[in-house]
Structures are given as structure tokens and as C-alpha cells.
């Protein structure tokens, strides 16, 4: 492939796609470079069409070398593994928008890989990978409908940036991913801090502005190639072998789609259409030699495409759906807290035929997540995972945590983040598990209001509550319906899918794919004032049910206590190797956590563990005070000399025989014995640094024995400055 190079300015820095130097066996290859980061963006498709498939075999790959930036992998290995949630995320960026404009009818398995080879750690460099993927695609023989190209929005003072540094999205009201061809936005993906819905849609507007100069520069580099496509063969069907089948379940199909169902009993007609339109063809053309072997095939394709051309015109005509509410209508809803007794927040949302189970529990901040990738290690307190079990759609399969788990489970995260308490105020590391148990569209609009209601039952100090809602649409031609919270039949019938949650004030994340071309302004913010409205009512559902948070936090969470201590005394607690505080922690069943400011966190879910623990900490960096009374243990005896007690942590003092008792004492082990806990006051601190005791002074003196003055028995430093007296005195 000959060699070419196209760039622009893009946002004040070069933009280019660079062809004909790199992977020059790939269909397409295509390196994508934006100042100092560079993403190499392969397409490659089989040789041979996979056969008796009925869905595109696309597999899209996204992959960061750590050496983009100057890095080692962490881990024992010291290679890139597995990808991280963070790879699998960027590589649906690319496959979302990609998918839907490889024509239908290609059957060749294809892969696109987009790895980060150079990065500057400020900028994410995953939406040059969809600009690479779309560019390669095109000067390959792969069929494709594009361009396409994809764009970060951020939005800094009311002003919008295209593609923002990590720095300038911390100030932003605004991330969103936009995908989209010239005539269309494809593809939208991000977050918001409570916009509203004509904020939406400037951004929209905005982003796709952006998007056209991208594709003008791919269009440039095309220029320079002609390549040939590859012919799709799409297989010519009789048409009266459809007609046979339309004419012999048309009554049937279309009773059914004006019957009010539940997803099982849909998918029992459905099969029953299926097997009365497959024993008519078999009964005609059992014996025709070119489709007896694709019967089963053609049948079950065709029954697909009438039901649903039945459902679009119900709708579009009637104004009514599958499960007989109107277009605007929500599913009845129920919303439980508290069901789950030892997790420390938990909530049972059930909207229609999807239910989700979710828990909230409550970790200290040794529990965050460490996320190392191509930006500086760092850590997260928020966690949401999003479970989809194949029980709750009624099917066996694998047990595992897929792409699309990790998708819908993200979206809720950034759902429901902008609304934490600020870690000053509630210092715990939350984590919220979502459990789909039952699915019939939307699961991930019903794990964010789940997370808000356990939120809610766990006592996190939740700003305010938000709800999610997944919006459909149904157009032909001039007809347009736009559906509130879609069924899964409605999903994969329909043109759109649009996620949006937020609070009473605003939107705080969605998520948009659409099937079609030519949706316009008007019809998005049909569909947002639409989803709006749905959201309103599914927050004033859920605040019946719980409406704050409770007061307090479970009694199986951990409790956190702050203290201070001097910054000269950490290395006290901490003790040589740590082993110190491992003790403490070990002995009183705590978590500490010791700032480099000296700010001590102890996480323990009793008061009485939590009161030992800081007992022990304030007693290692406490400072011994003459006259103050502690509680020391008796660590050693010696008789006729007197016992060594330890009254503070790794501290410990003389209580000589003479001040064990008022009355005179002939054997210490009379009064004391190792490991007896006493009262003690500390008489002298001596200039050598040693500690006098006396257990005496605590005592009630008895009334029978007279007063006397006591004197304090010298202290071995004492004798030892005696002598030196003496002998400077007999010198002179």
C-alpha cells in the first residue's frame, strides 16, 4: 500500500492519519496521531465467508502498551495482560458506532485492534481510536457505510472543548463521547453534573461540528485510494416462498402482536408462529433441492422480519405496544429497602418484568480499587458492579463478567457518582453490587435507581436521589414514535436506544445508540423532554419508598474515629516494619490508616475496640508528665529492689519496694505479681531520662500509723552524681 499522510488543526494541535508505513498485511491500517499520542488502528477480515450465520462476527479490540507512556507494567508478570475495564470500555466506544454501518449480509469474521503505542498521560487517546477504526475500514476491501468519527466534549465556563485534557475535565460541568457520521449522530456515551436538556443538546451539536472536520480529513486520505470492495452476496429468497408464509400466519401474527403478553408468553407464540409457518414450507418445499437444506433459515428469518414490520405499524398506527401501554407510559414499579439483614444498605427495584437486587456495602480505605493504566496510578472509593446472570432472561449459559456487564455497570457508576458525599464528610469506600434477576429491558436503568435506594438504606449522606429511564424510538419515514422505557423486544425492534438518569435539577449520565440515519434535533429533544418527564415519575415512586438517608449507617459497617498526633510520633505507632500497628490492629479488630499530616483513621465496628485502639495509639505518642497517674502492667519483679511497670506503651518506670505500700513489705510477691494492671503515679523524671513510680502516693494512708516525711529512695543516677560530687569535692 503506497504511503500517504493527511493532517489538520484540530483544537490547536495536528491532527493527522498516516497509511502505508506500519502493518502492511492488515486489509487497513491506519496510524492516528493528536500531538504527542499516536494509536495504530488495524482492520482485518477473513479470507472465507463464515457460513449459517444470521449476525455480523465483528470483534473489536482496544488495547494500552504501558510504554506509551514510559511505564513497566505493575504485577509479578511485567507484561500487559488481560485487558482492564478501562480497554474494554474504550474498545465499545469503537465497536458501538462501527457496527451499524457494515452493511448486512457480511459474514467474514473481522477483527479491529487499536493499540496505544505513545501518550501523553493528560489526554485519553481512546477516541482517535475510533477515527483510526473508520479510516482503516475505508481504504480496506471491508464493506463500510462510513466515515464515522468520534469526539470528547467537555464543557469549561460555559464554554465547550473538543477533546479535553484530563486537567480541564476535572473543571468540567460536562464529559461526553459523541460518535457520528456527516448526516447523524451514532453513538453518545458520558457524564453530566445536572445539565439540562437543551445543554444536551448544544453539546450534541457541538460534538458533531467537530466530528465533520474529522471526517472531511479522512475523506482526504481516501482520495488517494481506490480500493475494491468486497461484493456481498446476498442470497435471492423466492418471493413466493415468503408469501407463503406471510399468508399462512398473517391472522395469527397479527393477533399476537395486538394481545397484551408477557415476555414468556410472546416467546411461546413466537415459537408456535415459527412451527406452523415451518410445517406449510416443509409441506410445499421439502423436496425443492436448492432450499430444503434452509428452510429452517429462511423461516425463521422472514417470521423475524413480519413481526417486526407488525410491531412498528401497531405502534406507529395505534399508538399502542406489546404489553398494551401507550408510548409515554412506565411499567408499574415497586421499590423495597433493607431485605438483605447483614449487608449494610440493600434495595429491591422491580419495574415491569425487570427486577434488579442490589447491596451496599461499606469499606475503609484500604478497600479502594488501585487502577493503574497509561495515567499515574490512583485510587477509587466508588465501586459499581453489575451482574447479569443468564437465569434472568430464563436461558443456561456462562457464568462470567462480559463487556457488556462492564458497560451497563459503568453507566450506573457515572450515574450516580456526581452525588457521593465528599470523602471529608463520609471517609468510606462504597461498594454497590447490582444483580439483575430478571431481565425484559433496561436493567441498567434500574440498577441506577437500586444504587440510590441502597444508598439511601445503607445511611450514605447520598446528595440527592437518582433514577435512569431507557428510551426507544420507532420511525419510518415521516412517522415517528418515541417510546418511555423500553422492553427488550422493543430494543432490538426498534431504532434507538437512549439511557438517560439524573436528579429532580438535571442529567447526570446517558448512554445513546442509534440503528438510523437522519434523527433529528427536534426528535432528541422530543425524546429527552419525554425521558424527563419518566424520570420525574420514577423519583416520585422511589421517594415514597425511602426519601433521605437513614441516620445512621448499619451496625454490622465499620465505624470511623479521627484523631491527631505529632508527626514526630508516627514512626512510634507505626513501630519497626510496621510491627506495631499490625499488633494494634490485630489485638483490638481495627483498620488504621496514618496520614503523612498525622491523622490518624481508625475503622472498627465496635466503640469498645475503637476506644482500645486509640487508647494504645494516644499512649505511644503520648509524653510522660510528672504527677500524672496512669494505669501501668507489671512487667518484672526483683525482689528487694521492686517491680518495672510499664505505664505507657514501650515505657516503663521503677516503683520501688518502698512505694508498693504504706506498711513495710518483706516480699514483693505479697502485693504484686507479672501482669497485675495498678494505679501508678510518676514522682520523678530524672536527667538520665529514667522513671520513678509510686503506688503508695494513691493510697489511703492508714489511720494507726503516724505521719512522716518520706524520702525518696536515690535512684542508681543519683547515687552515681553523689559520687562525682564527692570526688570533685576531695579534689579540690
Known sequence: MQYQKVSINFEGKEYSLEVGKFAKFANGSVMVRCDDSMVLVTAVAAEQPKADIDFLPLQVEYREKTAAVGKIPGGFLKREGRP??????????????????????????????ATVYSADPNFDPDTLGAV??????????????????????????????????????????????????????????????????????????????????????????????????????????PEEIHELIKNEIHDDMLAYVHTV????????????????????????????????????????????????????????????????????????????????????????????????LTSLTLGTTRDEQIIEGLRPMFTERFLLHYNFPPFSTG????????????????????????????????????????????????????????????????????????????????????????????????????????????????????????????????IMAEALEQARLGRLHILEIMNNTISSPHEDISQYAPRFTTIKIPQDSIGAVIGSGGETIRGICKDYNVEINIEDDGTVQIAAITKESSDQAIAVIQGLTAKPQEG?????????????????????????????????????????DEVLKVGDKIEVKLIEISRDGKFRLSRKALLERPADMPEEKERAPRSESSNRDNKRDFKRKGSR
Open 84 to 113: 482492564s475495564d478501562k480497554e474494554v470500555l474504550s474498545a465499545r466506544l469503537i465497536d458501538r458506532p462501527i457496527r451499524p454501518l457494515i452493511p448486512k449480509g457480511w459474514n467474514y469474521e473481522t477483527q479491529i485492534v
Open 132 to 237: 483510526g477504526a473508520s479510516a482503516a475500514l475505508l481504504i480496506s476491501d471491508i464493506p463500510f457505510n462510513g466515515p464515522i468519527s468520534e469526539v470528547r466534549v467537555g464543557r469549561v465556563n460555559g464554554n465547550f472543548i473538543a477533546n479535553p485534557t484530563f486537567d480541564l475535565l476535572g473543571e468540567s460541568d460536562i464529559d461526553i463521547t459523541i460518535a457520528g457520521s456527516n448526516n447523524a449522530i451514532l453513538m453518545v456515551e458520558g457524564e453530566s453534573k445536572e445539565i439540562s436538556e437543551n445543554d444536551f443538546i448544544a453539546a450534541l451539536e457541538f460534538g458533531h461540528s467537530k466530528i465533520k472536520e474529522l471526517n472531511s480529513l479522512q475523506m482526504q486520505l481516501v482520495e488517494s485510494f481506490t480500493p475494491i470492495k468486497r461484493e456481498i452476496i446476498v442470497e435471492e429468497i
Open 261 to 356: 403478553t408477557s415476555k414468556e408468553e410472546r416467546r411461546s407464540q413466537r415459537s408456535n408462529l415459527l412451527e406452523k409457518a415451518l410445517s406449510k414450507v416443509n409441506e410445499i418445499y421439502s423436496e425443492n433441492e436448492e432450499f430444503k437444506d434452509k428452510l429452517d433459515k429462511i423461516t425463521s428469518n422472514y417470521v423475524g422480519k413480519l413481526e417486526k414490520a407488525y410491531m412498528r405499524n401497531m405502534i406507529l398506527d395505534d399508538g399502542v405496544r406489546l404489553d398494551g401501554r401507550n408510548t409515554r407510559q412506565i411499567r408499574p414499579i415497586s421499590c423495597e429497602v433493607g431485605i438483605l439483614p447483614r449487608s449494610h444498605g440493600s434495595a429491591l427495584f422491580t419495574r415491569g418484568e425487570t427486577q434488579s
Open 395 to 522: 436461558e443456561v449459559g456462562k457464568m462470567g463478567v462480559s463487556r457488556r456487564e462492564i458497560g451497563h455497570g459503568h453507566l450506573a457508576w457515572r450515574a450516580l457518582k456526581s452525588m457521593l458525599p465528599e470523602t471529608d464528610k463520609f471517609p468510606y469506600t462504597i461498594r454497590v453490587v447490582s444483580d439483575i434477576l430478571e431481565s425484559n429491558g433496561s436493567s441498567s436503568m434500574a440498577t441506577v435507581c437500586a444504587g440510590t435506594l441502597a444508598m439511601f438504606d445503607a445511611g450514605v449522606p447520598f446528595k440527592k436521589p437518582v433514577a435512569g429511564i431507557a428510551m426507544g424510538l420507532i420511525k419510518e419515514e415521516e412517522k415517528v414514535a418515541v417510546l418511555s422505557d423500553i422492553l427488550g423486544d422493543e430494543d432490538f425492534l426498534g431504532d434507538m436506544d437512549f439511557k438517560v438518569t439524573g436528579t429532580v435539577d438535571g442529567i447526570t449520565a446517558c448512554q445513546m445508540d442509534i440503528k438510523i440515519e437522519g434523527l433529528s434535533t427536534e
Open 628 to 668: 500524672e497517674i496512669y494505669v501501668g502492667k507489671v512487667k518484672e519483679i526483683r525482689e528487694g529492689l521492686g517491680a518495672f511497670v510499664e505505664f505507657l506503651p514501650k515505657t516503663q518506670g521503677l516503683l520501688h519496694i518502698s512505694q508498693i505500700t504504706h506498711e513495710r513489705l518483706e516480699n514483693i
